[in-house]
């Protein structure tokens, strides 16, 4: 996929098909955090489907795209950075539009997208309005669709995570897709979708509870904003090293070996794991190992736990704003590869039941007065895709065949897998030095 295969690009500014508030719209606490100024970046695989005219494809996917934008009339605005020292973001809402990019690559076909890319960046053109900086003005979300040299289809989205979560991206898509399609009229204007709710301050620092910040800070240890000795060179070598795209799919039967092995190395009283607890124990023992790490290194496991019925009260239906706190398992490079699946699994088991209202409240406390901010040492950050219901995304091409990032990079992925709703594809890349040893791993049974 050489750079110089796509052809044909335009790009158009889509603006809500009818009018919108003229507002500033203050963003919350949780989604002003510095590490989650970035785009978060979906690519879509469809299939060749004889008959389908692309023209008016392209006609439809921008028409149901302005509509869209009127609900959600915040990602057609800017985001910035607030001017009284807060630190907080907040987005300009003056309907400034959305980007859509038309592209045709000449070279790709779907078989392309059946295995892990060679490097990094190779899909990058599929989404090729890169953000560095969402703060400096750029469109809060962008749509490319590429046509491929057989006639399938890929779609790349790009959304502001300041603006939305992943649960919150996928609600906009699934209205979206219901524009696009008759769906839309047939489930009565979209009345089956929770209607977008902005309600930042929810996930705000209340008054009332600055007084208590500091008690609870101390009271609720995070383990995730703890920073921990580099005692290998971590960061330079993720950073100097070539990282290697991996792909490794789940399907059920070896999710439930993993679950037996889990079960059978661990206490009495770890009744059960999910499917997510075993794998990403898997994963990270897998990933630990393959990186010959130092044995008393201190390691992390971060992923994202959904709060919106944590918290007391619950969030309403249709928040779309960042609603999720940082889960953190951690233990010493010797435990994690020298002890059991179970051990793994447990860590990650209790780092999730930790997570209550209060949790999620000092949390908030913390990064609002703190700015606090993960660590980056001897960390495996995992996402879990597989969940957001991007699999049923049709736009009129069918359901995608693949769903992934545009580039696989140091965080881990879950995936969906097409026509397997109880599998999970895993991607990251590694080091060099470490992927053939951690794919060897990973797709075996680590005791």
Same mark, same amino acid.
């Given at each position: 996929m050489a750079a110089s295969s796509l052809h044909g690009k335009e790009a158009t500014v889509i603006y809500p098909s009818e009018p919108t508030p003229s507002t500033v719209l203050?963003?919350?606490?949780?989604?002003?955090?510095?590490?989650?100024?970035? #785009?978060?970046?979906?690519?879509?695989?469809?299939?060749?489907?004889p008959g389908l005219d692309p023209l008016a494809t392209v006609a439809r996917v921008k028409s149901a795209l302005a509509k869209a934008l009127v609900p959600y009339y915040p990602l057609a605005g800017r985001v910035r950075a607030k001017q009284d020292g807060s630190g907080l973001l907040e987005v300009v809402c003056l309907g400034q539009g959305a980007v859509f990019i038309e592209a045709v690559d000449r070279e790709s076909t779907i078989n392309d997208f059946e295995s892990a890319p060679r490097y990094v960046t190779q899909w990058r053109k599929l989404l090729s309005l890169y953000v560095a900086d969402v703060l400096k003005g750029a469109p809060p979300l962008?749509?490319?669709? #590429?046509?491929?040299?057989?006639?399938?289809?890929?779609?790349?989205?790009?959304?502001?995570?300041?603006?939305?979560?992943?649960?919150?991206?996928?609600?906009?898509?699934n209205l979206f897709t219901e524009l696009c399609t008759s769906r839309h009229n047939e489930l009565g204007g979209g009345h089956s979708l929770p209607k977008p709710v902005w309600d930042r301050h929810l996930m705000n620092s209340s008054s009332s509870r600055q007084q208590h910040a500091d008690t609870r800070a101390s009271s609720v240890s995070h383990l995730e904003f703890n920073r921990v000795a580099d005692l290998c060179g971590f960061v330079s070598r993720f950073s100097n090293e070539r990282l290697v795209p991996t792909s490794i799919t789940f399907d059920k039967r070896r999710l439930n070996e993993l679950r037996k092995l889990a079960l059978s190395t661990s206490r009495p009283s770890e009744l059960a794991y999910t499917s997510f607890e075993v794998l990403s124990a898997h994963v990270w023992r897998s990933w630990a190992r393959s990186l010959n790490l130092p044995s008393n290194q201190i390691l992390k496991l971060l992923f994202s736990i959904n709060v919106r019925n944590r918290v007391k009260?619950?969030?309403p239906s249709g928040y779309y704003g960042d609603a999720f706190v940082l889960g953190c398992a951690q233990t010493r490079v010797k435990d994690l590869t020298e002890k059991d699946l179970g051990h793994a699994a447990m860590l990650v088991k209790k780092a999730k039941e930790r997570v209550d209202s209060e949790y999620v409240k000092s949390v908030i406390d913390s990064v609002s007065h703190t700015r606090a901010c993960p660590d980056s040492v001897a960390v495996l950050i995992v996402s879990q895709w597989s969940r957001l219901g991007l699999e049923r995304v049709d736009f009129g091409m069918g359901r995608p065949t693949q769903v992934g990032p545009i580039c696989c990079d140091r965080y881990c992925l879950f995936l969906p897998v097409f026509n397997q709703t109880d599998a999970v594809k895993v991607m990251v890349a590694v080091p060099t030095s470490a992927v053939d040893k951690y794919e060897h791993l990973a797709k075996g049974l680590c005791w």
């Open positions: 203050s963003l919350s606490a949780l989604d002003s955090q510095l590490f989650l100024r970035f #785009t978060i970046e979906y690519l879509l695989v469809y299939r060749p489907r962008v749509v490319q669709l #590429t046509w491929l040299r057989d006639g399938a289809a890929a779609l790349g989205i790009g959304f502001n995570h300041c603006v939305c979560d992943g649960i919150g991206s996928a609600e906009f898509l009260p619950s969030l």
